[in-house]
T-cell receptor
């Protein structure tokens, strides 16, 4: 049973565009929702994270929107750059720390 | 701060062999989690160690075992390797029960 569903699988935008990646979860015990960026051959790097008591969080060009009632959250990347081309993973975890990941979104930002 | 370090970076093993992967957590972190990432998929949780004990375990067989040492470093052992065990193995560390986890670069295991 996949507990975190991520979409789209791949995404292509022009430089300066705003790619949006969506995730949905099932387990209401999840209380921490991070996003990770992964480049080929590297481990995932934490980008930004949110807890369910907040509906939106912004850090630099990255924004998380969170809808607790719909059990959905999304990542927006403002003014996207070619250097943002990577695979992005959403995840959900409980306070105990075990994280469940989505299947990833491969983002390509064209110059 | 060296961050989370894993060794080796790449490894090739034969089916049926055993392998040990190593992880040193980020300075100040005492909790280590291990993940398996197959090509084109998200990381899958294997288990988590805290205070030298396995605290949580994902849906992996007993062939996967681990250990945490007093200095918080950790090992992942896989016995009786299968071709399907080929993957990137990731170690993540965090502070106590905190959920902000930092990942290492991983060990790429290929089973032939």
């Amino acid at each position: 049973q996949q507990q975190v569903k991520q979409s789209p699988q791949s995404l292509i935008v022009q430089k300066g565009g705003i790619p949006i990646i969506n995730c949905a979860y099932e387990n209401t015990a999840f209380d921490y929702f991070p996003w990770y960026q992964q480049f080929p051959g590297k481990g995932p790097a934490l980008l930004i994270a949110i807890r369910p008591d907040v509906s939106e969080k912004k850090e630099g060009r990255f924004t998380i929107s969170f809808n607790k009632s719909a059990k959905q959250f999304s990542l927006h990347i403002m003014d996207s750059q070619p250097g943002d081309s990577a695979t992005y993973f959403c995840a959900a975890s409980t306070n105990a720390g075990k994280s469940t990941f989505g299947d990833g979104t491969t983002l390509t930002v064209k110059p | 701060d060296a961050g989370v370090t894993q060794s080796p970076t790449h490894l090739i093993k034969t089916r049926g062999q055993q392998v040990t992967l190593r992880c040193s957590p980020k300075s100040g972190h005492d909790t280590v989690s291990w993940y398996q990432q197959a090509l084109g998929q998200g990381p899958q949780f294997i288990f988590q160690y805290y205070e030298e004990e396995e605290r949580q375990r994902g849906n992996f067989p007993d062939r996967f075992s681990g250990h945490q040492f007093p200095n918080y470093s950790s090992e992942l052992n896989v016995n009786a390797l299968l071709l399907g065990d080929s993957a990137l193995y990731l170690c993540a560390s965090s502070a106590g029960t905190g959920t902000e986890a930092f990942f290492g670069q991983g060990t790429r295991l290929t089973v032939v």
